[in-house]
């Protein structure tokens, strides 16, 4: 059976206590004590009674731990005895102060005023009851101002404790909260390049289609012309590796990532371009007053217009054309990707992952977006984004 270390160490303490006590009560009898000029009135021989008493007065330390209170009244009952009866208290004083101290140290501070007041009140007790007198009121003085220190020592040390648990609570609930927001912005930070590549991969793979089957169509009739598109086809999966090794490249734990800047709005005249080459005529409007945007708010805009080009190249049909349009305004960026194809008859089929990532892009920062057919035909995608003296309401992410 384990023994718990505490324990052990209290009952080892008790049993030292304890034969001191008897070795000193023994040894020093009234005779002995009255040869050295102390004054013995009243003080009564060593003898088995006595012997037993200091015993019991010191045992309760070896439990100390587990029941403060209830030792230290069985202690103090003994002592009071010993004090009523005459007998010497050898080493019980020191007993009843450790057993006080505990209660301080150890309860409330309700139950470690009912101690300090028991110990006081069995003390009294004890004088008033007690054949041996003192010598004068100081000595009950100095009794009384050691009671107190001793508990004020134990209530110091519970309060100590408590401070140090408290700051333990608090580190772990803080190592907790930061283990979940290290959590939660993995995984936003997972969402981000799921929504990137997305984006990236379905742009230029849409591109890439379309100029794979424009080259087949042209490769008997006219080489040149499908070399250009092949030509084409092999400059967009460079620019998608490119992309996509920026995107993904801060994951790698074995390498450094060649990392270069985000598009954005000012990139849109080569992805137009990109588009033309793709076999979808569009135009690029600029409105207003360009300025320094957010780096959030640029990517999104990107973003939108490669997102709303790809559904016109995939799902406008032929012959289709496509016109984005981008205002500046003081306090709203509005970016619009308009084309002329199908309208409502191809609305289930531009729907998708890309535009429930765009509309999460435009919803992070504060903006408003709207998808859906022309009331004269053809699609329409619309954002505008809300900006206080040229940057976004919402922070970045």
């Given at each position: 059976?384990?023994?718990?270390?505490?324990?052990?160490?209290?009952?080892?303490?008790?049993?030292?206590?304890?034969?001191a006590?008897?070795?000193?009560?023994?040894?020093?009898?009234?005779?002995?004590?009255?040869?050295?000029?102390?004054?013995?009135?009243?003080?009564?021989?060593?003898?088995?009674?006595?012997?037993?008493?200091?015993?019991?007065?010191?045992?309760?330390?070896?439990?100390?731990?587990?029941?403060?209170?209830?030792?230290?009244?069985?202690?103090l009952?003994?002592?009071?005895?010993?004090?009523?009866l005459?007998?010497?208290?050898?080493?019980?004083?020191?007993?009843?102060?450790?057993?006080?101290?505990?209660?301080?140290?150890?309860?409330?501070?309700?139950?470690?005023?009912?101690?300090?007041?028991?110990?006081?009140?069995?003390?009294?007790?004890?004088?008033?009851?007690?054949?041996?007198?003192?010598?004068?009121?100081?000595?009950?003085?100095?009794?009384?101002?050691?009671?107190?220190?001793?508990?004020?020592?134990?209530?110091?040390?519970?309060?100590?404790?408590?401070?140090?648990?408290?700051?333990?609570?608090?580190?772990?609930?803080?190592?907790?909260?930061?283990?979940a927001?290290?959590?939660?912005?993995?995984?936003?930070?997972?969402?981000?390049?799921?929504?990137?590549?997305?984006?990236?991969?379905?742009?230029?793979?849409?591109?890439?289609?379309?100029?794979?089957?424009?080259?087949?169509?042209?490769?008997?009739?006219d080489?040149?012309?499908?070399?250009?598109?092949?030509?084409?086809?092999?400059?967009?999966?460079?620019?998608?590796?490119?992309?996509?090794?920026?995107?993904?490249?801060?994951?790698?734990?074995?390498?450094?990532?060649?990392?270069?800047?985000?598009?954005?709005?000012q990139?849109?005249?080569?992805?137009?371009?990109?588009?033309?080459?793709a076999?979808?005529?569009?135009?690029?409007?600029?409105?207003?007053?360009?300025?320094?945007?957010?780096?959030?708010?640029?990517?999104?805009?990107?973003?939108?217009?490669?997102?709303?080009?790809?559904?016109?190249?995939?799902?406008?049909?032929?012959?289709?054309?496509?016109?984005?349009?981008?205002?500046?305004?003081?306090?709203?960026?509005d970016?619009?990707?308009?084309?002329?194809?199908?309208?409502?008859?191809?609305?289930?089929?531009?729907?998708?992952?890309?535009?429930?990532?765009?509309?999460?892009?435009?919803?992070?920062?504060?903006?408003?977006?709207?998808?859906?057919?022309?009331?004269?035909?053809?699609?329409?995608?619309?954002?505008?984004?809300?900006?206080?003296?040229?940057?976004?309401?919402?922070?970045?992410?």
């Amino acid at each position: 059976m384990r023994i718990d270390r505490t324990t052990l160490h209290d009952s080892v303490f008790a049993g030292v206590v304890a034969a001191a006590s008897v070795a000193l009560f023994v040894l020093y009898s009234p005779e002995r004590l009255q040869s050295e000029g102390l004054p013995v009135d009243g003080m009564r021989a060593p003898d088995p009674l006595g012997g037993v008493l200091l015993v019991l007065a010191c045992v309760p330390v070896a439990v100390r731990r587990r029941w403060p209170l209830a030792a230290m009244c069985a202690g103090l009952v003994p002592e009071t005895l010993l004090t009523v009866l005459g007998y010497g208290t050898g080493m019980s004083e020191l007993a009843s102060l450790v057993l006080l101290y505990t209660v301080a140290s150890y309860r409330g501070l309700a139950v470690a005023l009912g101690g300090l007041l028991i110990s006081l009140v069995t003390y009294a007790l004890g004088v008033l009851a007690g054949p041996v007198r003192a010598a004068s009121w100081s000595e009950h003085v100095v009794v009384a101002v050691v009671l107190v220190a001793v508990w004020g020592a134990g209530r110091s040390l519970r309060l100590r404790r408590a401070y140090l648990d408290e700051l333990k609570d608090r580190a772990e609930r803080l190592e907790r909260a930061h283990a979940a927001d290290t959590r939660a912005a993995r995984a936003e930070e997972r969402s981000r390049i799921a929504r990137e590549l997305h984006d990236v991969v379905a742009h230029h793979v849409s591109v890439m289609t379309v100029q794979a089957a424009a080259a087949r169509r042209v490769l008997a009739s006219d080489p040149e012309l499908a070399r250009e598109a092949l030509s084409a086809i092999e400059h967009t999966g460079r620019m998608a590796m490119t992309e996509m090794r920026n995107i993904v490249g801060v994951l790698r734990t074995d390498a450094r990532a060649e990392l270069g800047p985000q598009p954005g709005v000012q990139d849109l005249p080569g992805l137009v371009e990109q588009m033309r080459e793709a076999g979808l005529p569009t135009r690029l409007l600029e409105e207003g007053e360009p300025r320094p945007l957010p780096a959030g708010v640029d990517l999104a805009a990107y973003r939108l217009v490669q997102e709303g080009l790809t559904n016109s190249l995939r799902h406008a049909g032929p012959g289709a054309k496509a016109v984005v349009t981008v205002r500046h305004d003081p306090h709203e960026l509005d970016v619009r990707v308009e084309d002329d194809g199908l309208g409502a008859a191809g609305l289930s089929s531009r729907s998708g992952h890309g535009l429930v990532g765009i509309r999460e892009r435009v919803a992070l920062y504060g903006g408003i977006l709207s998808i859906g057919p022309l009331p004269g035909g053809g699609f329409e995608v619309r954002a505008k984004f809300p900006l206080k003296d040229g940057q976004s309401l919402a922070p970045p992410a």
